[in-house]
């Protein structure tokens, strides 16, 4: 049966940045001790609050464990919870002690700061401009990345790709993503042809857009591959990417030849 949990992340029991798996501890803020949750998502940060979504299994070694199916990132709502966060290290230079400083002289708004006005964060004692200049930059990036994953969220895709997307493309990422997602299945590992149209077909691309119809060809292409053939008849291109596409033949065939 599917739950839901909310909490903050305690520490990072184990990752793995290719196959995104990660196990990790939360502390739920209903009552109760540590939660070992388990799934395919990027590592979150130490502090981090988080709504996962899933259910309940145990394993023969480890016990209870929350299995994870999907998650959103949720802002800390305390002072202790957004300096704890600061603290861990997610952000390049700030440890725990400038963490503490810039919680004292911001208070709740200390992220909202750092997001929207960092020239202040030379208000706070021990920060100098090449050090804003360094948060700033820091805490952008990780927002950037969240970003993703929240649109990848709301257009029926995980967000565990946003990592992979955010790493190959930096800043230009949501750009990309936005203006032609058929360009993620051909340059970012891990990323196919599916998972490309389903944001494509959530953004409201007509099913006949050009951009579909090339990476769709590719895409039957490769299957064709994979099955051993290393080459296929025009006709038979064409019926398959019809198909798989659902798009009139004849305009696959003019894709063919663009």
Request: hydrophobic share 45%; glycine share 10%; proline share 4%.
């Amino acid at each position: 049966m599917a739950e839901t949990l909310e909490g903050t992340v305690e520490n990072i029991t184990f990752q793995n940045p290719e196959s995104l798996f990660v196990v990790f501890k939360l502390r739920p803020i209903q009552a109760g001790g540590l939660v070992t949750v388990v799934g395919k998502m990027p590592a979150p940060f130490l502090g981090e609050q988080l709504e996962i979504f899933g259910q309940w299994s145990e394993h023969a070694k480890f016990g209870r464990q929350f299995q994870v199916s999907s998650f959103k990132r949720t802002a800390p709502a305390d002072i202790k919870g957004i300096e704890r966060f600061l603290a861990s290290g997610v952000v390049k230079g700030v440890g725990p002690s400038t963490a503490a400083r810039m919680v004292a002289q911001f208070g709740l708004n200390t992220l909202e700061i750092m997001e929207k006005y960092p020239h202040r964060l030379l208000e706070v004692d021990g920060i100098g401009a090449k050090k804003a200049e360094m948060i700033r930059a820091s805490y952008s990036e990780m927002s950037e990345m969240r970003e993703i994953m929240l649109f990848l969220e709301m257009h029926g895709v995980s967000g565990t790709y946003g990592a992979k997307i955010y790493k190959h493309y930096g800043p230009i990422a949501m750009d990309i993503v936005k203006d032609n997602p058929y360009r993620l299945a051909a340059e970012v590992t891990g990323i196919g042809f599916r998972t490309a149209d389903q944001i494509a077909m959530s953004l409201g691309l007509e099913a006949d857009n050009p951009a579909r119809i090339v990476a769709g060809i590719h895409y039957a292409l490769l299957q064709t591959a994979q099955a051993g053939h290393c080459c296929v008849p025009e006709d038979l291109l064409v019926q398959e990417t019809s198909k798989l596409l659902r798009v009139d033949s004849l305009k696959i065939f003019c894709g063919i030849f663009r």
